[in-house]
């Protein structure tokens, strides 16, 4: 049984995500300052560990208990108390309380929300696939992502809010709504963003996205990251520095290189040509979560792998868009790159919940699964 769940595992998909966390590895081994980059090192080592038995672990289970709507609320509804119980025991990290504090590890829930809300919004939209064009569906999704946006919002935590809305918004879009529901989707959102930024938006959340307008005009104060972030990428040229050069991150210019801006270190030592590859095995991970997706044995399978394929899309675009200087600072990790262990477990342990619902994916005509998925 063990052997012929092995043969499900995508041997392929792990080893396109293996020279990511290599890669991650290496920065936080050679390019964080001396004194700290052992911890670093050895317990992300740890992380990744772990991470993996999750993954293989998941993949034997069935997790077509899932479907039922009774456990997908009752799992939905324990998150989000969790993220409730952080404004009584929650850890207070750069400005946000967003983390449980367990002396020598922190977790940080939000990470597991945003696994949870593609599950609730697969099983929503599957359920209601011939009358998705209904424009009340749109409503009622919203409102299941907007329990945890308003809880992540009042850490705050505007990179896990940014990342909890498009997860919703890409779940939308595959989902099969009209183009008429696209444009009035569009327009809510940017009715809801100047609500937000007139109403929840602290001052250095506002700052951030003003320097994304003019990411130069404060170097000195809200810019600084977004600066050093780009000078590091920038100096790192077509082949980089070499490996133990990079001084952004040596000379400590660069903040958090072993997490946020992990891929700017990167990139620094190994150049346009080491990021170039890290966004190719980036694309090539998509790749094989949208080839399961499109298996899938029903639209709930098929809802899943899609919204976690927009799960990664979001974090990689908003993550290297802000280390280079494209996108406002927010804090987002680089999947199975940045250091971490929150994000790293529930990274893997959708995609071991992937792996498990390969057990029953059919083998159906592509063009046939593309025009049912879509609703054409």
């Not at 890669?23 to 001396?34: D, E, I, Q, R, S």
């Not at 945890?148 to 879009?173: E, N």
Request: one cysteine or more.
């Amino acid at each position: 049984m063990a052997a012929k769940t092995l043969k499900r595992i995508d041997w392929l998909l792990v080893l396109f995500i293996l020279p990511i966390i290599l890669a991650g590895l290496v920065t936080m081994k050679n390019f964080v300052p001396a004194e700290a980059s052992g911890d670093f090192f050895v317990k992300q080592v740890v992380w990744v560990i772990l991470s993996l038995a999750i993954f293989f672990g998941f993949s034997f289970i069935d997790f077509r208990f899932l479907k039922r709507t009774e456990v997908l609320v009752t799992i939905f509804l324990l998150t989000c108390s969790g993220l409730l119980l952080l404004f009584i025991l929650g850890h207070v990290s750069h400005g946000a309380k967003s983390w449980f504090s367990f002396g020598f590890f922190s977790f940080q829930p939000v990470d597991v929300v945003k696994l949870v809300l593609v599950l609730l919004l697969a099983k929503y939209f599957s359920r209601r696939h011939v009358e998705i064009r209904d424009i009340k569906h749109i409503f009622v999704s919203f409102f299941y992502a907007l329990v945890p946006l308003i809880l992540v919002l009042l850490q705050p935590d505007f990179g896990s809010a940014m990342i909890i809305a498009l997860i919703w918004f890409g779940m939308v879009l595959v989902s099969g709504i009209s183009k008429l529901h696209l444009f009035f989707v569009f327009a809510s959102a940017a009715l809801i963003f100047c609500a937000i930024w007139f109403l929840a938006f602290a001052p250095y959340q506002k700052a951030r996205v003003l320097n994304f307008i003019s990411p130069l005009s404060d170097i000195h104060g809200s810019g600084y990251n977004a600066f050093q972030s780009t000078i590091a990428v920038g100096s790192g040229r077509i082949l980089g520095k070499g490996l133990g050069f990079g001084t952004q991150s040596r000379l400590k210019f660069l903040p958090e290189p072993q997490s946020d801006f992990v891929f700017a270190a990167f990139t620094e030592e190994w150049g346009l040509i080491g990021g170039l590859l890290i966004l190719l095995f980036f694309g090539l991970v998509i790749w094989r979560i949208l080839y399961y997706a499109l298996l899938g044995a029903s639209n709930f399978e098929i809802l899943f792998g899609m919204g976690i394929a927009v799960f990664f899309i979001s974090q990689i675009i908003v993550n290297i868009g802000m280390n280079l200087g494209l996108l406002p600072i927010t804090g987002i990790p680089l999947p199975f790159m940045s250091y971490g262990g929150s994000h790293l477990l529930v990274e893997f342990a959708g995609l071991g919940i992937l792996m498990s619902m390969r057990r029953y994916a059919r083998i159906a005509h592509r063009d046939k699964m593309k025009n049912e998925f879509l609703g054409f």
